[in-house]
């Protein structure tokens, strides 16, 4: 008898702690790459999460599938290259280390965004 494969399933579809990239755990404290779904909000470098919106996908820094450009606000649309304006839904990257579970938002994110776009620009996940 073949040994059962060991798949990774989660009763929550919408959170994953392994790397999009090479398909590694990300560990507490390692520095990640997070892609999310949210508002923006003016008063918040960092957008909400809205966990109805998509998952929360992960890279290690180095596995990050595109060159990312960090911008500081006001922050412009990688896709259509527009304002992003209070309130508007987007998609956004930022950087930071990997909390302890079951905490998702990174930490030490710093100042800058590294991508943020309109969610009606993102392909859809
Ligand atoms: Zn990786
Ligand atoms: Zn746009």
């Given amino acids: 008898m073949r040994p059962t ?3 990774r399933r989660r009763a929550q579809p919408l959170m994953t702690d392994l790397c999009a990239g090479c398909r590694d755990e990300l560990n507490t404290g390692d520095t ?5 779904w949210g508002r923006y909000m003016r008063s918040c470098i960092t957008p909400t999460y809205d966990p109805w919106t ?3 996908i992960e890279w ?3 596995c990050a599938p595109v ?3 960090p911008q500081v606000q006001p922050y412009f649309c990688v896709v259509c290259s527009e304002l992003v304006d209070d309130g508007e839904e987007v998609a956004y990257v930022t950087v930071g280390d990997k909390p ?6 990174l930490e030490r994110r710093g100042y800058e965004l590294p ?3 309109h969610l009606n620009c993102w392909p859809a996940p």
């Fill in 100 to 105: 302890i579970p079951p905490y998702k938002r």
């Fill in 60 to 62: 290690h820094t180095r």
């Fill in 67 to 69: 060159n990312l450009a």
């Fill in 115 to 117: 991508l943020i776009a």
């Fill in 5 to 7: 494969p060991r798949v």
């Fill in 32 to 36: 990640v790459y997070q892609l999310a």
């Fill in 54 to 56: 998509g998952p929360i």
